[in-house]
């Protein structure tokens, strides 16, 4: 089929040739796979899997359309096929850079030179179109929505882009095969790029080619959670203020974090981030960054917290900048919910103070792999008290049913309240005495036509 022919091009040997005609051929095979999946064509397993075959290319532009595709199903990747650079498009380079700068000058003739209309309407243009450029590199909207890039177009364009755009789909990650080995070979793959030296002639990836594997692997985990050990600790090394991209590192490691990660593993970076990011001597968006993250691996692993460092952080509910305030206030009323033990007294609030004395099974926090299976239906006590209050009348459903049963004369038989079957029993009499009251009149005007057939024929 054509699936095992773009299969045999994306894992030929001639394909791992980065200036081959191999190269070329895997390129637009992988291309034409991403292109059937985003038009509902090729959804299948056997689809997605070709492409999971195409992240293992040595190839970086193979590579890094496989991987986008993974990051974003319905995203186009921002890679051109004219470009013979690799990892310049990877990195998002000087194809990139162009609207922004284009975006800049004119803005800043704006200011210096005489405002007219015609320079407004210009301006005007190119802020639409920078805007939707940046919410095409962000993943808020693919880029087959809004083409036009002028006009009322554009404007629903930047409308849909501010409300969000399409939402991110992880269709593909589901129909992964392997997922714990796949996401192996890319913590392989980034591990061995990042201890790379070109004194040895082996020469690594670009760091954002390395962020990019590292989100996957990170979704991966997540989405399937798995456990992979390694990854954690390699994370600690970016875990500083002035990494390059530290809030997309701070989101993937809230990203590998679930219910099945072990508390062991993220204490340390945990750790790091209260450390480096948590302290008097940072700002306060860097402050509020870090509580944010911790808090986002709590909600996933409560366990990952100790009461001492979790005590000292909640204190920062009292910082003068309103984001740190928030930020901390957060992360207390979640452990009020998740585990109001670790919790001050005074900080567990009426409400979680009473259900730890009450005993409830709420209040007491499962322990790591431990799961409380369901004892009833959720709600289900508010359909008795509905019923009570007579607010919802269960009942209705079928008395329709039995209404248009009894119009099509069929035989089911339907449970009605004592009061309807007291008027349909009188109905009944109703219609039964009017019945025989009409056969006793026929009768008798039978009775009363024989009597004159019998007095002619005497006469006769």
């Known amino acids: 089929t054509l699936q095992n022919f773009m299969y045999t091009m994306i894992t030929a040997a001639d394909a791992q040739d980065k200036r081959g005609e191999g190269a070329i051929a895997a390129k637009k095979s992988l291309d034409i796979c991403i292109e059937l999946y985003r038009k509902g064509i090729w959804t299948d397993s056997k689809a997605v899997n070709v492409v999971v075959q195409a992240c293992f290319s040595p190839v970086t532009k193979i590579m890094v359309t496989a991987v986008q595709f993974f990051l974003n199903p319905l995203k186009k990747s921002d890679s051109g096929d004219d470009s013979d650079d690799s990892e310049t498009e990877a990195a998002g380079g000087s194809a990139q850079k162009k609207p922004t700068s284009k975006f800049q000058m004119i803005r800043h003739q704006s200011n210096v030179n005489k405002k007219t209309r015609s320079r407004q309407r210009i301006l005007d243009k190119v802020t639409r179109v920078h805007k939707k450029e940046l919410a095409r590199r962000n993943g808020h909207i693919p880029d087959g929505d809004g083409d036009d890039d002028d006009g009322e177009g554009g404007a629903r364009t930047g409308n849909k882009a501010r409300r969000g755009g399409a939402p991110v789909r992880f269709d593909a990650l589901s129909l992964v095969h392997d997922p714990h080995g796949f996401a192996e ?19 690594g ?11 996957l692997i990170s979704r991966l985990i997540g989405h399937h959670q798995l456990q992979l050990m390694a990854f954690y600790p390699f994370l600690q090394r970016y875990l500083q203020p002035h990494q390059a991209e530290v809030t997309q590192i701070l989101a993937l490691l809230a990203n ?31 402050m509020s960054a870090g509580l944010n993250t911790i808090r986002a691996i709590a909600q996933r692993q409560p366990l990952a917290l100790d009461p001492d460092l979790l005590n000292d952080l909640v204190l920062y509910r009292k910082h003068k900048d309103k984001g740190v305030t928030m930020a901390a206030r957060s992360l207390m009323l979640l452990y009020r919910q998740a585990n109001p033990e670790l919790l001050r007294p005074r900080d567990r609030g009426r409400e979680a103070t009473q259900n730890l004395k009450a005993g409830l099974p709420g209040s007491v926090p499962l322990a790591f792999g431990e799961l409380r299976p369901a004892e009833g ?23 329709a049913a039995s209404d ?34 009409e056969s006793e009149a026929e009768s008798e005007g039978e009775g009363g036509d024989e009597d004159g057939s019998e007095g002619e024929d005497e006469g006769d």
């Open 256 to 286: 590998a974090s679930h219910a099945f990660t072990p508390p062991d593993a993220l204490q340390p970076l945990i750790r790091a981030v209260a450390d480096n990011f948590v302290s008097d001597h940072c700002a306060p968006e860097v």
């Open 377 to 399: 239906v959720d709600g289900a006590e508010l359909l008795a008290v509905s019923s009570e209050d007579g607010g919802v009348e269960l009942d209705e459903p079928e008395e």
């Open 185 to 203: 070979e890319m913590f392989k793959r980034v591990h061995r790029s990042a201890t790379a030296t070109k004194r040895g002639g082996s020469t």
């Open 205 to 215: 990836d670009r760091f954002e080619v390395r962020l990019m594997l590292l989100k």
């Open 404 to 437: 248009t049963d009894s119009d099509d004369g069929s035989d089911a038989s339907v449970d009605l309240g004592s009061d309807s079957n007291d008027e349909l029993e009188l109905e009944l009499e109703s219609e039964a005495e009017s019945d025989a009251s």
